[in-house]
């Protein structure tokens, strides 16, 4: 037997509120879509959920911001097929105001409501997104005798987890998100590939403290991660020498009195740390903040 279920996707909550704990993590996420939502449906090995309807609400214009990425940008567009290709229906939420609001939590009630009167009677609803403003839908499924299910790796208001019959928090999305263990190259390849990126490394260190000892003032982030990227293309393809991220492999340098914000890095006892005029952020609606086209990511 299985469990008939509908999942609803809040990808910008989700990705976000992954990113800001373990940037990894939300790539992982984002990218191997179906592995995770297959891990999800055999949670409860008694009975299996089956993906009846597979939803997922993403803003086209969302981005983070992720030093080495074309413009810093991390464009949410990136990961919309991947999505597609895990046999998800993508619905498009982009901004409907200057602040960026969209929406996609309205979309998603609707759409639930609107499967209450299917003539497939869903057994339970999935949402993966910690916005506590599904908290009266909970409500609305519970009273037609439903279940639910809320996955998010944030913090959950009580009000909403107390409504859901099952909440996975980071844990369990931890577990779901684990890597993926490769078979174990030949001995010889081992050395030959550890060798490299042991100098590699080397290299990349050799620079990062070159430039940040010489420094006159605040490093630029961008420009930085660009400079390394053109010595060492390979970089970027290594994950970063293992660590996710450029500024996770800074911070792995532990260089001294060093300081960061959003977009630079500097010495505290060299330098006054950048006027916000340098840390603005791009206005929306400047040629370089709108997402790249997806041919030229292919």
């Known amino acids: 037997m299985y469990t008939g279920s509908a999942i609803f996707v809040d990808f910008d909550n989700v ?20 592995d995770w939502l297959a891990g999800l449906a055999a949670l409860n090995a008694d009975r299996p959920c089956r993906w009846l309807v597979a939803r997922c609400y993403l803003n086209p214009m969302g981005k983070v911001h992720a030093p080495g990425e074309r413009n810093d940008r991390l464009w949410f567009s990136r990961f919309r097929a991947n999505f597609v290709q895990a046999g998800f229906e993508v619905i498009d939420c982009p901004p409907l105001t200057w602040g960026a609001k969209n929406a996609a939590d309205i979309r998603m009630v609707i759409d639930v409501l609107d499967l209450l009167g299917h003539r497939t009677r869903f057994e339970e609803f999935v949402f993966v997104s910690g916005d506590s403003d599904f908290t009266p839908l909970l409500h609305r499924l519970r009273a037609e005798d439903r279940r639910t299910a809320i996955v998010s790796p944030g913090h959950l208001a009580t009000a909403y987890a107390s409504v859901a019959e099952r909440v ?46 010489s420094a006159v003032k605040p490093l630029n982030l961008s420009t930085l991660s660009h400079e390394v990227l053109r010595t060492l293309p390979d970089a970027k393809s290594g994950d970063w020498f293992g660590k996710g991220t450029f500024r996770r492999a800074l911070d792995a340098l532990a260089l001294p009195n060093v300081r960061f914000s959003n977009h630079h890095l500097w010495n505290a006892e060299k330098h006054d740390p950048p006027a916000a005029s340098q840390t603005a952020a791009t206005t929306l609606g400047d040629e370089d903040d709108l997402p790249p086209d997806p041919e030229e990511q292919n």
């Open 15 to 34: 990705f976000t509120t992954l990113w800001s704990l373990d940037e990894g993590m939300a790539i992982r996420f984002a990218s191997n879509p179906a």
């Open 168 to 213: 996975l928090g980071l844990e369990a999305l931890e577990t779901l998100l684990a890597p993926a263990i490769a078979a174990a190259p030949d001995q010889a390849t081992k050395d030959a590939a550890a060798t490299d990126a042991s100098e590699n490394e080397r290299a990349f260190e050799q620079l990062i403290r070159q430039r940040y000892e």
